[in-house]
């Protein structure tokens, strides 16, 4: 069975301050990872994805995330946050065979102070 | 570009009536999806499309019913509402479901309350 677990329901971080929201998965076989944001009253905003390849990956308005596969995790990062960034975090994970439906975590709140 | 629109975006309704949920994408996606949003739970998938005139069951399917008549539209229909279909309904689409080009893109949503 596919998870995904996203131990934190809210993060709050300084602006300026690095910021962490973290997410590991269970997936039979490798992975296909995705981390959307979701801003009030809209849809799932697309923001990177891991597929194959380099480990880091970069993805839009700064954002990074680094899959390591040991750990099962695919931590999403960023070195200096914004008040602009305080949102809703959704990981979500896909399995390369089977329905290879996405299985969504439940969310993080990131709030950033100023 | 619109992208992926829905229509409503928020309804009332009575239990034990129905009504139909419209999404439409104008990116030529083959993949279409309806997902609910609920507190503390994340996005689930109640039924997905892949390609004109197919429809699967998702994680959660009861209650619902789906129809992808064109390869734009798919519709999500709530025969007999029950006050545990309260939720936020959103739509996605895919082009593919290949490497690379399986990120789904989503709509604005539908803020559905169940009486």
């Known amino acids: 069975a596919q998870s995904v677990a996203q131990p934190e329901d809210q993060v709050n971080v300084a602006e300026g301050n690095p910021l962490t929201v973290k997410c590991t998965y269970s997936?039979?076989?490798?992975?296909?990872l995705f981390w959307y944001v979701q801003y009030p009253n809209r849809g799932l905003q697309f923001l990177l994805k891991y597929i194959t390849g380099d480990n880091l990956v970069k993805g839009s308005y700064g954002f990074e995330a680094e899959f390591n596969k040991s750990q099962t995790s695919f931590h999403l990062k960023k070195p200096s946050a914004l008040v602009s960034d305080s949102a809703l975090y959704f990981c979500?994970?896909?399995?390369?065979?089977?329905?290879?439906?996405?299985?969504f975590g439940t969310g993080t709140r990131l709030t950033v102070i100023p | 570009n619109a992208g992926v629109t829905q229509t409503p975006k928020f309804r009332v309704l009575k239990t034990g009536q129905s009504m139909t949920l419209l999404c439409a994408q104008d990116?030529?996606?083959?993949?279409m999806y309806w997902y609910r949003q609920d507190p503390g739970m994340g996005l689930r998938l109640i039924h997905y499309?892949?390609?004109?005139?197919?429809?699967a069951k998702g994680e959660v399917p009861d209650g619902y019913n789906v129809s992808r008549l064109k390869k734009q539209n798919f519709l999500l229909g709530l025969e007999s509402a029950a006050p545990s279909q309260t939720s936020v309904y959103f739509c996605a689409s895919s082009y593919s479901r290949v490497a690379g080009l399986e990120t789904q893109y989503f709509g604005p949503g539908t803020r559905l309350l169940v009486l």
């Open positions: 499309s892949v390609g004109e005139g197919t429809t």
């Open positions: 979500a994970v896909r399995g390369r065979t089977g329905a290879n439906n996405l299985f």
């Open positions: 990116m030529n996606h083959e993949y």
């Open positions: 997936v039979s076989g490798n992975p296909y």
